[in-house]
């Protein structure tokens, strides 16, 4: 062998090397969380809850428009007034065809969020918002169906604020899982965005 199919075969051997590194490092990583990534198609699911008006909404009901959803409650002192602002301030921008797309509180909240509670709460937002509570049972369901999390935390004086996952969720007019929803932009940029899911 001579000198120069030596190098040939060290460089060879060498590039090798680096990729079985590679994988092995692309196997740790994606690994290490221990469970898959879900598939968007299975974010999000059937339910059969209430709004606040106390009547049954399904996911069946809002087939026809998109809508967005996100999990919340009303004693939430900041992450979930901000939320329901942003999006108010998106429906406004539409104008008349903010009747075009729903826009859904689900409550993780259900000892306090009566309908009657989300009602009153949401009285200060855009009124195409909708509040959804119910069974707590069935609440859990959907929210595990989303892959959120929410959890009690007991608050100094007897009292409990909820802890819980954040995200605004967009999914398409056949109920189609889209994607997360961004609302840290404009809101006219948030409601151009929306219009493409009409
Ligand atoms: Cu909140």
């Known amino acids: 062998m001579n000198s120069r199919a ?16 590679c994988f092995t490092v692309v196997l740790i990583v994606t690994g290490r969380s221990g469970v898959p990534i879900a598939a968007p198609s299975a974010i999000g699911g059937p339910f059969r809850l209430t709004d606040q008006n106390g009547n049954t909404i399904t996911d069946q009901n809002l087939k026809g428009h998109p809508f967005l959803v ?11 007034p901000a939320a329901l602002f942003d999006i108010s301030e998106v429906l406004n921008k539409l104008g008349p065809d903010a009747e075009k797309v ?17 009602k009153e709460y949401l009285s200060s937002f855009n009124p195409r918002l909708i509040g959804v509570g119910g069974d707590p049972d069935a609440l859990a369901a959907v929210a595990k169906a ?3 999390y929410y959890k009690k935390v007991p608050l100094k004086d007897g009292d409990y604020t909820r802890d819980h996952t954040a995200i605004v969720y967009l999914r ?27």
């Open 70 to 80: 996100f999990f919340g409650f009303t004693h939430c002192p900041d992450v979930c």
């Open 102 to 118: 729903n826009a859904l509180m689900v409550t993780v909240d259900p000892e306090r969020d009566t309908p009657e509670a989300l």
């Open 6 to 21: 030596i190098r040939i075969l060290l460089v060879l051997s060498a590039f090798l090397a680096g990729l079985v590194l």
């Open 146 to 148: 989303y892959r959120v």
């Open 172 to 198: 398409g007019k056949n109920g189609n899982f889209v994607s997360p929803f961004n609302l840290k932009r404009r809101p006219e940029d948030s409601a151009a965005d929306l219009r493409r899911y009409f």
